[in-house]
């Protein structure tokens, strides 16, 4: 009898273990972070005032942009506060922007959003020297096409001009920006 027992519990164990479904081995997915050192200058903060705009309204505004990496180390992300610079903005100008390197087409992609309901989508080669041409790909309500333009003076100074091609002719912004403390 204790040898039918003894089988009977071998057989049940032998059983069980076989029952177990086998754990899958999961599929590595390729995990490479983009290298966004070319861009690491636009990190921290910078204080930057508005030089030209197409009516002047916002000639010598002050605003200032944090950069830090954001999304385990994928993207650099920016904020831009812009307090009311004239009696038609009642409230600041709040900017987000996201930019990152695409291996896939070597390309720098920067998406924006803003607090009035704006977005864009803009993509670069990447640094000439010390010149960063963007050109814009998609904007908020089909709205016409830029082209941003830093110039870089140092690692704590660039200038800024964005040109946009309107049916009413070019509208070009400027800014100067030094980096805070």
Same mark, same amino acid.
């Given at each position: ?12 164990? /032998?059983?069980?273990? @076989? ?16 290298? *966004? ?5 636009? /990190?921290?903060? #910078?204080?930057?005032? $508005? ?23 994928? #993207? ?22 996201? *930019?990152?390197?695409? *291996?896939?087409?070597?390309? #720098? +992609? ?9 977005? $864009? +989508?803009?993509? $670069?080669?990447? #640094?000439?020297?010390?010149?960063? +041409? ?15 333009? +830093?110039? @870089? ?29």
């Amino acid at each position: 009898m204790r040898t039918r027992m003894l089988v009977f519990t071998i057989i049940m164990a /032998l059983a069980a273990g @076989r029952a177990v479904p086998a754990t899958a081995t999961p599929t590595p997915v390729p995990d490479t972070k983009p290298d *966004l050192s070319a861009m690491s200058m636009f /990190l921290g903060t #910078w204080n930057c005032k $508005s030089v030209k705009s197409p009516d002047g309204r916002t000639n010598g505004h002050i605003f200032a942009t944090t950069a830090s990496m954001a999304l385990d180390g994928r #993207w650099i992300e920016t904020d831009q506060d812009t307090p009311p610079f004239d009696q038609y903005r009642t409230r600041d100008f709040v900017l987000k922007s996201y *930019l990152t390197f695409d *291996l896939a087409t070597k390309t #720098w +992609v920067t998406m924006t959003v803003d607090n009035l309901g704006g977005y $864009s +989508v803009a993509m $670069s080669s990447g #640094w000439n020297g010390d010149t960063l +041409v963007t050109n814009d790909k998609v904007q908020a309500n089909g709205g016409p096409l830029g082209v941003d333009t +830093v110039t @870089r003076f140092s690692g704590t100074h660039y200038h800024d001009h964005y040109e946009v091609m309107t049916p009413k002719g070019d509208q070009i912004f400027e800014s100067d920006c030094t980096k805070g403390t």
